[in-house]
């Protein structure tokens, strides 16, 4: 079964840092490039970060970038995303999901259950 | 503000046919980049609804169709059910922005 499980979310102060986690199985991990997307409450969803198979080519929404880090870590199937500086406003619920490997188009599928990360003075 | 956008809202009674739309840019959509849908239920993660405009993944019935027109997308749903109200998004790349890009969500009340 393939399968996607997030780790790593809480609560922290803003200017803090967190380190996301998505355990990937099921699947070649190193086939696919793999991104996250978090909700905002009462908002919709907002793409976060993309990284690609070779892991040699990352991309940024422009709201965190210089902020985020997008790495992954093929011989454990493992995704992460490094968040510094946060702010109030990336409070959100995080899901990691498998998508193109070359992170330029395509879907994504599927996706982890979330964790949910919340900046709180 | 999202980049697609999508009515906030869009209700049926059962049995009903209802459609949704995506609205683009030449960077997105216009830019004949694929749309594809996600169904997310309140509490769960989104789910594959449709990829590549108009394909269903393994699974999902039937009464799900995309489109494409332009820099337009659209979903319909026939045969409306209690079970299909959730939250619907579009998305699909820009390449203006080099990234992915969202719609804002459409909430389906069925009546």
């Known amino acids: 079964e393939v399968q996607l499980v997030e780790s790593g979310g809480g609560v922290a102060r803003p200017g803090g840092s967190l380190r996301l986690s998505c355990a990937a199985s099921g699947f070649a991990f190193d086939d696919y490039g793999m991104t996250w997307v978090r909700r905002v409450p009462g908002k919709g969803l907002q793409w976060i970060s993309s990284i690609n198979s070779n892991g040699d080519t990352t991309t940024y929404a422009d709201s965190v970038k210089g902020r985020f880090i997008i790495s992954r870590d093929d011989a454990k199937n493992s995704l992460y995303l490094q968040m510094n500086s946060l702010r109030a406003e990336d409070t959100a619920f995080y899901y990691c999901?498998?998508?193109?490997?070359?992170?330029?188009?395509?879907?994504?599928?599927?996706w982890g259950q979330g964790t949910q990360v919340s900046v709180s003075s | 503000q999202s980049v697609l956008t999508q009515p906030p809202s869009v209700s049926g009674a059962p049995g009903q046919k209802i459609t949704m739309s995506c609205t683009g840019s030449?960077?997105?959509?216009?830019?004949?980049?694929?749309v594809h849908w996600y169904q997310q239920f309140p509490g769960t993660a989104p789910k594959l609804l449709i990829y590549g405009d108009d394909n269903r993944p393994s699974g999902v019935p039937d009464r799900f169709s995309g489109s494409k027109s332009g820099t337009s997308a659209s979903l319909a749903i026939t045969g409306l059910q209690a079970e299909d109200e959730a939250d619907y998004y579009c998305q699909a790349y820009d390449t203006s922005l080099r990234g992915y890009v969202f719609g804002s969500g459409t909430k389906v009340t069925v009546l």
């Open positions: 030449r960077s997105n959509i216009g830019a004949d980049y694929d």
């Open positions: 999901a498998r998508g193109r490997a070359n992170i330029e188009g395509g879907w994504f599928d599927p």
